[in-house]
């Protein structure tokens, strides 16, 4: 199957609608097709700079102005950083992904100390990912120099419905933070959220985004509303599990090579559900008990769950190691 970025939204919903068993059958073999069948990647988040953020997104326990209970925390020191990349790779995962609560990314010495953070993860050998909010071309290319391996910025969900979720910056900043991205040589990690009261429309409308960037993200998480008292969308419906294998299937097959991560919402997922994530073409997981601030399974918990589906746990850089074979 060829890789398409010219993809209608007619055609998506084509797929996003079909019966689901027919759905997931050429979604998982897609998944055959491009990626090691049972290998999930595990990846390690870490909230480097916690809460007191000045944009009002209406999911997030991190936005200043919602009462959430999350205490708010300076910028980690780089050892204390490190320290935990270490033990996340000991522990089996091979990418590390770094979280910071700001609207964008300034020019000042907390940046000179994620730079320092970067340089340091990647010299352990693990993928090193941030997401600090937005960009600028010059910002992104100090982090590429510093050894940044992807960068997450999430598109949340469709043109349309964006204004009902955050007003305090618009889908054109989120798209030109990604193309600041691209152009600087990293690899792009942009997904979005379900359960934001949005409709089946604007699901198709945000996976036809993604699938119609110039260069397919190389990562796309999917995650499903982890409903935090205090936020504006607090009350939301839980997301069904139904919708979420459908989303996961559709993009596998419109971005067969990108990572397709099951990201936010497990711990409300039982291991049924979830093995049917992973035969619906997820192939990454977030491990530890803890997202950035929100509850996710123990690691105990994913270890018996990789056990009894027989998954493996993917190497790091392994799309390298096959160019370079
Ligand atoms: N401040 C940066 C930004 O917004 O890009 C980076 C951190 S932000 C927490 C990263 C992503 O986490 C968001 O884009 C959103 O997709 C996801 N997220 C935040 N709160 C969430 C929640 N309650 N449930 C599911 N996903 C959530
Ligand atoms: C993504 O799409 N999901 C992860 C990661 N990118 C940064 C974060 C989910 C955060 C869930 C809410 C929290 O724990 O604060
Ligand atoms: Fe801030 Fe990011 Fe949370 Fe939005 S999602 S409030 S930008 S931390």
Same mark, same amino acid.
């Given at each position: 199957m060829e890789i398409r970025n010219d993809w209608t939204k007619e055609e998506i919903a084509a797929i996003y609608n079909r019966p689901f068993l027919e759905l997931i059958y050429d979604a998982a073999t897609i998944h055959r097709e491009f990626h090691a069948m049972g290998e999930v990647q595990v990846c390690t988040l870490l909230s480097i700079k916690t809460g007191g953020c000045p944009e009002d997104c209406a999911y997030c326990p991190q936005a200043a102005r919602y009462n959430t209970?999350? +205490?708010v925390q300076a910028l980690m020191q780089t050892e204390e950083v490190l320290?935990?990349?270490r033990r996340a790779k000991n522990a089996g995962s091979t990418r590390f992904c770094m979280g910071a609560a700001?609207?964008?990314v300034r020019d000042n010495r907390d940046f000179d100390r994620v730079l320092e953070m970067v340089k340091g993860v990647n010299e352990l050998g693990m993928e090193v990912c941030c997401t600090m909010g937005m960009l600028t071309e010059e910002q992104a290319k100090k982090l590429s120099n510093a050894g940044l391996y992807a960068y997450n910025h999430n598109v949340d969900t469709s043109e349309e419905h964006y204004s009902d979720i955050i007003t305090?910056?618009?889908? &054109? &900043?989120? %798209?030109k933070t990604l193309g600041n991205v691209r152009k600087a040589g990293i690899s792009v990690c942009s997904g979005g959220i379900i359960g934001l009261g949005e409709t089946h429309d +604007?699901?198709?409308?945000? %996976?036809h985004t993604l699938a119609t960037l110039p260069v397919h993200p190389g990562s796309v998480p999917i995650n499903a509303l982890v409903r935090v008292a205090g936020t504006p969308l607090q009350d939301n419906p839980k997301v069904d599990i139904w919708d979420m294998v459908r989303m996961i299937a559709t993009a596998r097959l419109i971005m067969p090579s990108a990572m397709v991560r099951l990201s936010a919402g497990r711990a409300e997922m039982s291991i049924s559900d979830q093995a049917l994530c992973f035969m619906a073409g997820a192939n990454s997981i977030f491990s530890g008990d803890k997202l950035l601030t929100t509850p996710n399974p123990?690691? &105990?918990e994913d270890n018996a769950m990789f056990k009894l589906l027989g998954l493996k746990a993917r190497e790091a850089f392994k799309e390298e190691k096959v160019l370079v074979d």
């Amino acid at each position: 199957m060829e890789i398409r970025n010219d993809w209608t939204k007619e055609e998506i919903a084509a797929i996003y609608n079909r019966p689901f068993l027919e759905l997931i059958y050429d979604a998982a073999t897609i998944h055959r097709e491009f990626h090691a069948m049972g290998e999930v990647q595990v990846c390690t988040l870490l909230s480097i700079k916690t809460g007191g953020c000045p944009e009002d997104c209406a999911y997030c326990p991190q936005a200043a102005r919602y009462n959430t209970g999350v +205490d708010v925390q300076a910028l980690m020191q780089t050892e204390e950083v490190l320290a935990y990349a270490r033990r996340a790779k000991n522990a089996g995962s091979t990418r590390f992904c770094m979280g910071a609560a700001w609207r964008e990314v300034r020019d000042n010495r907390d940046f000179d100390r994620v730079l320092e953070m970067v340089k340091g993860v990647n010299e352990l050998g693990m993928e090193v990912c941030c997401t600090m909010g937005m960009l600028t071309e010059e910002q992104a290319k100090k982090l590429s120099n510093a050894g940044l391996y992807a960068y997450n910025h999430n598109v949340d969900t469709s043109e349309e419905h964006y204004s009902d979720i955050i007003t305090t910056r618009t889908y &054109d &900043d989120r %798209l030109k933070t990604l193309g600041n991205v691209r152009k600087a040589g990293i690899s792009v990690c942009s997904g979005g959220i379900i359960g934001l009261g949005e409709t089946h429309d +604007d699901r198709i409308g945000m %996976l036809h985004t993604l699938a119609t960037l110039p260069v397919h993200p190389g990562s796309v998480p999917i995650n499903a509303l982890v409903r935090v008292a205090g936020t504006p969308l607090q009350d939301n419906p839980k997301v069904d599990i139904w919708d979420m294998v459908r989303m996961i299937a559709t993009a596998r097959l419109i971005m067969p090579s990108a990572m397709v991560r099951l990201s936010a919402g497990r711990a409300e997922m039982s291991i049924s559900d979830q093995a049917l994530c992973f035969m619906a073409g997820a192939n990454s997981i977030f491990s530890g008990d803890k997202l950035l601030t929100t509850p996710n399974p123990a690691f &105990d918990e994913d270890n018996a769950m990789f056990k009894l589906l027989g998954l493996k746990a993917r190497e790091a850089f392994k799309e390298e190691k096959v160019l370079v074979d």
